[in-house]
């Protein structure tokens, strides 16, 4: 599977975003996919996962209630919907498959990465 992202921009703090992650392969509906972030100088760290059916959704403390993944399995496409956005969501967004069932959401838990996509708020 290959990944590509969009949709990142420069947003004003408070403002909405949503990101998209297109995937190459027939598969992909077989796939739990999930966005990770990595800020400059932090480590990459999981921001939301969903199943391969769409029925069932993981998120970070940071962005639940915030943040809503989405997919849609007859466009091979992850969506993340991202409001109130806070200046500390500054980050290169990414979106991987998960390589196993359900079970952590770590960054060695997943694979095949997307190049990302910047997402820069400001105050």
Same mark, same amino acid.
């Given at each position: 599977?290959?990944?590509?992202? %969009?949709?990142?921009?420069?947003?004003?703090?408070?403002? /909405?975003? =949503?990101?998209? *992650?297109?995937?190459?392969?027939?598969?992909? %509906? %077989?796939?739990?996919?999930?966005?990770?972030?990595?800020?400059?100088?932090?480590?990459?760290?999981?921001?939301?996962?969903?199943?391969?059916?769409?029925? /069932?959704?993981?998120?970070?403390?940071?962005?639940?209630?915030?943040?809503?993944?989405? =997919?849609?399995?007859?466009?091979?496409?992850?969506?993340?919907?991202?409001?109130?956005?806070?200046?500390?969501?500054?980050?290169?967004?990414? *979106?991987?498959?998960? #390589?196993?069932?359900?079970?952590?959401? #770590?960054?060695?838990?997943?694979?095949?990465?997307?190049?990302?996509?910047?997402?820069?708020?400001?105050?």
């Amino acid at each position: 599977v290959q990944l590509v992202e %969009s949709g990142g921009r420069l947003v004003q703090a408070g403002g /909405s975003l =949503r990101l998209s *992650c297109a995937a190459s392969g027939r598969t992909f %509906s %077989s796939y739990i996919m999930g966005w990770f972030r990595q800020a400059q100088g932090k480590e990459r760290e999981f921001v939301a996962a969903i199943s391969s059916t769409g029925g /069932s959704t993981y998120y970070a403390d940071s962005v639940k209630g915030r943040f809503t993944i989405a =997919r849609d399995n007859a466009k091979n496409t992850v969506y993340l919907q991202m409001n109130s956005l806070k200046t500390e969501d500054t980050a290169v967004y990414y *979106c991987a498959v998960k #390589k196993y069932g359900i079970g952590t959401m #770590k960054r060695d838990d997943f694979g095949s990465w997307g190049q990302g996509t910047q997402v820069t708020v400001s105050s």
